[in-house]
T-cell receptor, first 112, second 113 residues
Framework: GENVGLHLPTLSVQEGDNSIINCAYS??????FIWYKQESGKGPQFIID?????DKRQGQRVTVLLNKTVKHLSLQIAATQPGDSAVYFC???????????FGTGTRLKVLA | NAGVTQTPKFQVLKTGQSMTLQCAQD?????MSWYRQDPGMGLRLIHY???????DQGEVPNGYNVSRSTTEDFPLRLLSAAPSQTSVYFC????????????FGSGTRLTVV
């Protein structure tokens, strides 16, 4: 909803630049990770996922990097566009359970 | 494809009132969950279900009940609304396989006065 962005860390980038959003996950046993995008007034929407047997996965304009050693996940958005403005969440889970743990989110602001 | 449908989109309740938030999915997903979203706190799991007739508590279940009589529907009941339950509520569903994670509904914004 509209209040999701309150109190969240904010990343401001110029239109056309690349964006990098970071996430520290909590459970070393987690083996599946997802990035979600949430626009104002909408529910989270799947962007890209990665399994723990991979370090990198690429989609259209997005790349997810996974560093299991330091339990860190990042989302890279190439050539950031105004439509990329949203709150981005990472989520983790273990294949033995379908319960996801969500990060608190980062708000991305794209400056024209 | 409707996906996950939540009703109502907005609701104002008085303290002590009860109500049911509706959630329906048409993807034949086994897993369904309810989350609440508060500013700066991300998504917190209230209750979840791994299939019809099976439900369990998440991390913040107090004050809420659920049931899963069919695969499609997973209503969330607020027993006696409190101002602390003012939040945005999301229903989500997922297939058993770990792919594409959850599909979320568009949310219900609940205000308890």
């Amino acid at each position: 909803g509209e209040n999701v962005g309150l109190h969240l860390p904010t990343l401001s980038v110029q239109e056309g630049d690349n964006s990098i959003i970071n996430c520290a996950y909590s459970n070393s046993a987690s083996d599946y990770f997802i990035w979600y995008k949430q626009e104002s007034g909408k529910g989270p929407q799947f962007i890209i996922d990665i399994r723990s047997n991979m370090d990198k996965r690429q989609g259209q304009r997005v790349t997810v990097l996974l560093n299991k050693t330091v339990k860190h996940l990042s989302l890279q958005i190439a050539a950031t566009q105004p439509g990329d403005s949203a709150v981005y969440f990472c989520a983790e889970t273990h294949s033995g359970t379908y319960k996801y743990i969500f990060g608190t989110g980062t708000r991305l602001k794209v400056l024209a | 494809n409707a996906g996950v449908t939540q009703t109502p989109k907005f609701q104002v309740l008085k303290t002590g009132q009860s109500m049911t938030l509706q959630c329906a999915q048409d993807m034949n997903h086994e897993y369904m969950s309810w989350y609440r979203q508060d500013p700066g706190m991300g998504l917190r799991l209230i209750h979840y279900s791994v299939g019809a007739g099976i439900t369990d508590q998440g991390e913040v279940p107090n004050g809420y009940n659920v049931s899963r009589s069919t695969t499609e529907d997973f209503p969330l009941r607020l027993l006696s609304a409190a101002p602390s339950q003012t939040s945005v509520y999301f229903c989500a569903s997922s297939a058993r396989e770990l792919s594409y994670g959850y599909t979320f509904g568009s949310g219900t914004r609940l205000t308890v006065v």
